[in-house]
């Protein structure tokens, strides 16, 4: 007998699994269908913070105020240890360029209600006091969040079953089910067709190729992004701090680029990124191995901007395939074909995944999103 949903979730990172607990929340009978395990794409690989500084202008900003109130709230509804903690968020100068568009920035912000500082160079020494002297120009500072980024994931899906979820891990889907133009649910590798009123996908980098199969072309790309993890340090950061470069040259098409982002966690472990290389650039029998040159790069930043730490032991380094989009916002909302919505392509996933999960819910629900999606990639 063919299995039957009302809604199907394709993808088990930070968004497929808020969207399967506010579906399930919302009474619906939800299947979400992973082809690894949850949090194995780039959600696995992130840093935990709850970005608020490096939001996009407009819906993005009004969505990201949104869900840092939701996140100080997640752990109660959850039932869960997720970690959440105020943490200070440096975006930082490091040459006249950036410092130019770091200025933007913090107008463009200031104009939208942020209340975000702009530290000068000495400043942002005393706020870390383990920068090199004299490398950077300014900072813009805001007080915004961590979390631990598994427990929440895997709380999201403790709590959507605990609602009538149904997980399937290790299940691959093959392509979209479409008759007569209208999307009817999945056709999984096992040759399964799984039907539903609502198909979600939020299959991060593997979005485009997923949706091919329904003849759509969903401008979501990805990079190859590469990270490591240290020994547990005592207490080192005050702040995470990410170069203002990041912005404007780590996700371009041309070449990898590195720019530094580090983070201290819970646990005093010292998070570093990352190098991003587009993914045709990247040379396929490596692409899931960490690469020479990040390698050399994060090296010679770190002992530029943080030389307390070039004797630190590396635990660990991993690689992931990170999504973006050309215009840095998401594909968000229905789509041209009945009975498909897209959930792909979001700049930051912590922050941003429990209103995007209740906004599903209320499209799904109520037929429409509650706020106005149209700043969004409509495919
Ligand atoms: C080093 C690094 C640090 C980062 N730090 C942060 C941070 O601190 N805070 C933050 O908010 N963001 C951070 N990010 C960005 C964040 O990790 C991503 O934006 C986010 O993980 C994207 O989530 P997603 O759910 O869209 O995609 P993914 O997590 O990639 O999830 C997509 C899932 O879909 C599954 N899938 C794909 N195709 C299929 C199929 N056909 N069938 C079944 N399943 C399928 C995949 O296996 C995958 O698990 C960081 C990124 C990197 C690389």
Same mark, same amino acid.
């Given at each position: ?24 929340? /919302? ?54 240890? =997720? ?77 959507? %079953? ?24 999945? =056709?999984?590798?096992?040759?399964? /067709?799984? %039907? ?52 404007? @040259? ?21 998070? =570093? ?9 990247? @040379? ?92 969004? =990639?409509?495919?």
């Amino acid at each position: 007998m063919r299995r039957q949903f009302d809604c199907i979730v394709i993808g088990g990172g930070y968004f497929g699994c808020s969207i399967a607990y506010h579906l399930s929340k /919302a009474g619906k009978a939800t299947a979400l269908i992973e082809q690894k395990e949850i949090a194995s794409g780039a959600s696995g690989a992130n840093f935990g913070c709850v970005q608020v500084q490096d939001s996009n202008m407009g819906m993005s900003l009004t969505l990201t105020l949104r869900g840092i109130e939701r996140m100080r709230t997640m752990g109660q509804e959850l039932q869960a240890d =997720i970690g959440f903690e105020p943490f200070g968020s440096l975006i930082v100068a490091e040459d006249a360029a950036q410092l130019q568009e770091l200025e933007n920035l913090y107008q463009q912000k200031k104009e939208a209600g942020l209340d975000i500082d702009w530290l000068s160079a000495a400043q942002v020494l005393r706020a870390e006091p383990n920068l090199a002297p004299k490398r950077i120009l300014a900072a813009t500072r805001y007080t915004q969040a961590k979390i631990y980024p598994f427990h929440y994931m895997y709380a999201l899906v403790k709590k959507a %079953r605990e609602q009538g979820l149904t997980l399937m891990e290790h299940t691959p889907a093959a392509s979209l089910w479409m008759e007569g133009g209208t999307c009817k649910g999945v =056709i999984l590798c096992s040759g399964e /067709a799984l %039907r539903a009123e609502q198909t979600i996908v939020s299959a991060g980098s593997w979005t485009r190729e997923f949706c091919q199969t329904a003849g759509l072309d969903v401008p979501v790309y990805s990079v190859k992004a590469e990270a490591f993890v240290t020994e547990p340090l005592k207490p080192f950061l005050n702040n995470f701090y990410s170069s203002a470069g990041f912005f404007t @040259e780590a996700h371009g098409q041309e070449a990898a680029a590195t720019s530094l982002c580090i983070h201290q966690s819970h646990h005093g472990n010292i998070l =570093i990124g990352e190098t991003a290389k587009p993914d045709g650039r990247a @040379e396929l029998a490596y692409a899931d191995m960490s690469s020479v040159e990040h390698c050399a790069h994060i090296h010679a930043l770190l002992t530029r901007y943080f030389p307390a730490l070039e004797q630190v032991q590396v635990l660990r380094s991993w690689v992931t395939r990170s999504p973006y989009t050309e215009s840095c916002q998401p594909v968000f909302g229905p789509s041209s074909v009945e009975g498909l919505i897209l959930a792909a392509g979001f700049k930051s996933a912590a922050i941003l995944s429990p209103v995007v999960g209740d906004i599903v819910a209320q499209l799904v629900v109520k037929g429409k999103a509650g706020v106005d999606l149209s700043e969004f =990639i409509y495919v």
